[in-house]
Nanobody, 123 residues
Framework: QVQLVESGGGLVQAGGSLRLSCAASGRTFSMNTMGWFRQAPGKEREFVAAINWTGGMKNYVDSVKGRFTISRDNAKDTVYLQMNSLKPEDTAVYYC????????????????WGQGTQVTVSS
């Protein structure tokens, strides 16, 4: 089992920044990929970013490229999502997820999920 706890969400004005953290515990050594997803009201959950164990592979959804950066500190079992130049359309609940798979393609390929943290961007 792996437990994931997100933190760092909040209310920020457009153009501002937030850094989300995801602290993992349990059998973290078995997780090869960590990802961030988000779900806005009335919308489906969507992929935001993912990073593999070594940090050598990072993927982003097109809408956040150049603004968001995913990173991980394996010594702390923590994954981060630095979000800059935030826009109102970034408003959503952000979820951290962990996958055994090296190249998970969809949310259904992820094995563990956090409870989510709310990010609200005002215009």
């Amino acid at each position: 089992q792996v437990q994931l706890v997100e933190s760092g969400g909040g209310l920020v004005q457009a153009g501002g920044s937030l850094r989300l953290s995801c602290a993992a515990s349990g059998r973290t050594f078995s997780m090869n990929t960590m990802g961030w997803f988000r779900q806005a009201p009335g919308k489906e959950r969507e992929f935001v970013a993912a990073i593999n164990w070594t940090g050598g592979m990072k993927n982003y959804v097109d809408s956040v490229k150049g603004r968001f950066t995913i990173s991980r500190d394996n010594a702390k079992d923590t994954v981060y999502l630095q979000m800059n130049s935030l826009k109102p359309e970034d408003t959503a609940v952000y979820y951290c997820a962990a996958a055994v798979a090296w190249d998970p393609r969809t949310q259904y390929d992820y094995d563990y999920w956090g409870q989510g943290t709310q990010v609200t961007v005002s215009s």
